[in-house]
């Protein structure tokens, strides 16, 4: 199965690099368009341009990369600790519930400038990092506790186990595969929330050097940047499926097993 699944994703690679290719021949060549560099470059020359700045472009990442990872971290904390005071009671689900859905309204355009003022650039990245991962969390591992079975609850209920003890041993392992979900929704989009934060005055960072690429005219940079940001994302989810093999390898086996 692993083969298989290795096959297929090598053949949907070949062919997303074929087509582009193609397509950036046809720009130039076909249809001569003289913006074809800026809109669609041939992907070797961004390769090749990636791989001429590594160095410059790894240390960009890393400092995105970074923030972007704390924010998350705590972010997920929040969410999970939200998730547990709405699953203990149903008022403060009622409550607090639609003010977490309306603050996930709030474009994080318009919300990173504000954040940006009133405190340090590091600081703003991880706030918004946060900020964009406590809901896919919170949400989802609440998912996670209203599946557990009544039935379950009561038998633990019923040899005088503790609230403490019903979440730890039952509610809690029940709910993680709903909080990896979670996590893995989270993760690309805190990073895509601290390269925009990066866009407001930093240097040296992945959003700055995109945004300073872009504005300077120097299209292949731009695009193994571009690069760079969309292998950060990957990295970031195949993270979070990697720690959920570690963490809860029963979920992953019964996933095998249902295919």
């Given at each position: ?63 995105t990369f970074s ?50 003022n009133l405190f ?140």
């Amino acid at each position: 199965m692993k083969k298989d699944r290795i096959l297929v994703s090598s053949v949907w690679i070949l062919g997303i690099v074929i087509i582009w290719e193609i397509a950036a021949f046809a720009l130039v060549n076909v249809f001569h368009d003289n913006m074809a560099s800026a809109k669609l470059p041939y992907l070797h020359n961004i390769l090749i341009t990636f791989f001429q700045n590594f160095f410059m472009i790894i240390k960009a990442a890393s400092l995105t990369f970074s923030r972007s990872a704390v924010g998350f971290g705590i972010g997920a904390l929040i969410g999970a600790v939200f998730a547990i005071l709405m699953s203990l009671s149903k008022t403060i689900e009622r409550i607090a519930f639609p003010y977490l859905l309306i603050s996930q309204m709030i474009p994080i355009l318009g919300l990173a400038p504000l954040i940006f003022n009133l405190f340090s650039m590091d600081t703003s990245r991880i706030i918004i990092a946060g900020y964009i991962t406590f809901f896919p969390v919170a949400a989802n591992m609440l998912s996670g506790f209203k599946s557990v079975e009544i039935e379950k609850r009561e038998l633990m209920y019923s040899y005088a186990a503790k609230v403490y003890e019903v979440y730890i041993k039952l509610m809690l392992p029940f709910s993680m595969p709903a909080f990896f979900a979670g996590l893995k929704i989270a993760a690309p989009l805190s990073v895509t929330a601290s390269i925009l934060v990066d866009m407001l005055g930093s240097q040296d960072t992945i959003g700055s050097k995109i945004l300073y690429s872009l504005y300077g005219g120097e299209r292949e940079i731009f695009w193994a940047l571009v690069l760079a940001s969309a292998l950060m994302g990957i990295v970031s989810y195949y993270i979070v499926v990697l720690a959920e093999k570690v963490f809860i390898p029963w979920s992953s086996k019964s996933k095998a097993g249902a295919k």
